[in-house]
């Protein structure tokens, strides 16, 4: 299993010490995307802006096809497909194939699973926010 990224902590200053006043971004009471690294680490897979895009797009639509995810997110087929199929390895999103007439139709839906990594995904984002506004 890919191993998530972490937001890593601001360098300190001579001697190891934080200038007074300032804190560690670990300190922030985030949500854990499941990984081991703690607190702050983000779920790297949502984390990429087109996946992001795809995630929150297919969260306020029932399902949308590849041909409507690719106006949306104004990208090229190959990018899609190429994201969209890492979304689907991991169990975010579905993908089911049909034909209208003779015409391919690919049509993406959220899963549970990809709904879920979402919440807590925007759950860590804004307790970054707050962290960040508190300063």
């Known amino acids: 299993m890919a191993k998530h990224g972490a937001v890593t902590k601001r360098p300190t200053h001579a001697g190891g010490e934080r200038p007074q006043g300032t804190r560690s971004l670990r300190s922030v009471d985030a949500p854990s995307a499941g990984s081991d690294e703690g607190a702050l680490a983000l779920d790297r897979l949502i984390h990429e802006r087109l996946r992001l895009g795809i995630v929150s797009a297919l969260a ?68 970054l926010i707050r962290a960040t506004r508190e300063r």
């Open 60 to 127: 306020v639509n029932e399902s949308l096809t590849f041909n409507e995810l690719k106006r949306l997110m104004q990208t090229t087929d190959g990018n899609l497909s190429v994201h969209a199929r890492k979304l689907e390895d991991a169990a975010y999103v579905t993908c089911k194939k049909s034909f209208e007439g003779r015409v391919p139709k690919t049509e993406y839906r959220i899963t549970a699973t990809g709904r879920l990594a979402l919440e807590r995904y925007l759950d860590h984002m804004e307790a």
